[in-house]
């Protein structure tokens, strides 16, 4: 049973924008701090934004202000709004729970390349 489904990448130009998007089952999503994550290539995953489901924001530095995340309860969706970016954002982007012993089984991600 599929239980992360992340889309919306691509390539784009350094500055540029994308959203990305994950859907997920319900057992993950519902109550849970959810949270974005990247691989880049060579590199170990990494977690970069997260969200409770009251809608409280975390971010890492290297993405603070250039990144928004955002969720739909209704919808099990979270949301990865992407400005500004840069050729080391570049990676594959995954979303789960920001807990460890909450995540399910990690998706296909997807991916995002910016080039300068």
């Known amino acids: 049973q599929v239980q992360l489904v992340e889309s919306g990448g691509g390539w784009v130009q350094s500055g540029g924008s994308l959203r990305l998007s994950c859907v997920a089952s319900g057992n993950i999503f519902s109550l849970n701090v959810m949270a974005w994550y990247r691989q880049a290539p060579g590199k170990q995953r990494e977690k970069l934004a997260w969200i409770t489901s009251g809608g409280v924001t975390g971010y890492v530095d290297s993405v603070k202000g250039r990144f928004t995340i955002s969720r739909d309860n209704a919808k099990n969706t979270v949301f990865l709004q992407m400005n500004s970016l840069k050729p080391e954002d570049t990676g594959v982007y995954y979303c789960?729970?920001?807990?460890?012993?909450?995540?399910?089984?990690w998706g296909s991600g997807t991916q995002v390349t910016v080039s300068s």
């Open positions: 789960n729970a920001f807990v460890p012993s909450a995540r399910g089984s």
